[in-house]
């Protein structure tokens, strides 16, 4: 599993949009915390909220987006070059799914521990939980996008149908969240709600993202390549 986790973490690294990423998401964090730390803010109650809203907008609404962007096509690319046949001999199934998410996410969890480096030079302080709550979105998108490359096996068709659910996904999320009713319990399905709720529920997406990702692992087993 660990070859392959670095070697997709690597190639994460390649090419423009990982550049222009890791630019928007560090760029978004300095000038948030500027702007806070100029209106005054740190020291309010809420100390956390105002010096992370441009970050956790920004994925908020495009996080979806950016994984899918870049990984759509992470394990059916692999079909389609056969690829895979190769990586079967060595490893079971189930460590190739593994390895691919895992390096997804750790590449995400990299970008936002860069981002949040001029946040809590700004605010003076961790912001763990903010990140915890950040990083089980990224988890979640991540573990989504495994799961559409397996059961989409072209990955032209994966690209138009991951754009489709980054779109989507916040979409409802924010909907069901505003809510009121049976209709906002469809909330807790999305990773939009656990970007507000700040206590244990952080762990919801997590727990959705492994479920996720065991479920590719299951669809993947039963694929015949």
């Known amino acids: 599993m660990v070859p ?10 390649r090419g423009l949009k990982a550049l222009i990423i890791v630019i928007l998401f560090i ?3 300095y000038f948030s915390s500027n702007y806070v730390s100029d209106l005054g803010l740190l020291g309010s109650a809420e100390e956390s909220a105002p010096i992370l809203a441009g970050l956790r907008l920004l994925i908020m609404l495009l996080g979806f987006l950016f ?3 870049m990984s759509h096509d992470v394990m059916n690319r692999d079909v389609e070059s056969q690829t895979i046949r190769l990586l079967v001999t060595r490893t079971s199934r189930q460590n190739i799914v593994l390895g ?3 390096g997804i996410f750790l590449f995400w969890v990299l970008v936002l521990v860069l981002s949040f480096i001029p ?4 605010g003076g302080k ?3 939980l903010e990140f915890l709550q950040l ?5 979640y998108a991540s573990a989504l996008t495994v799961l559409i490359s397996i059961l989409v096996t072209k990955s032209k068709l994966s690209m138009l149908v991951a754009l489709i659910v980054s779109i989507a996904f916040p979409a409802i999320g924010m909907w069901a969240t505003l809510q009121e009713g049976a209709w906002h319990y469809l909330a807790y399905a999305f ?3 656990y970007l507000i709720k700040s206590n244990f529920l952080i762990v919801v997406p997590l727990l959705i993202a492994g479920m996720l990702v065991t479920a590719a692992i299951l669809l993947f087993e039963r694929r015949d390549l």
């Open 135 to 139: 990083a089980g979105y990224m988890a």
């Open 191 to 193: 990773p939009v709600l």
């Open 27 to 29: 760029g978004t964090s």
């Open 119 to 122: 946040l809590m030079i700004a």
């Open 67 to 69: 994984i899918t962007t």
């Open 4 to 13: 392959i986790l670095k070697k997709e973490f690597l190639d994460m690294f």
């Open 126 to 128: 961790p912001y763990l």
């Open 100 to 102: 691919k998410f895992c």
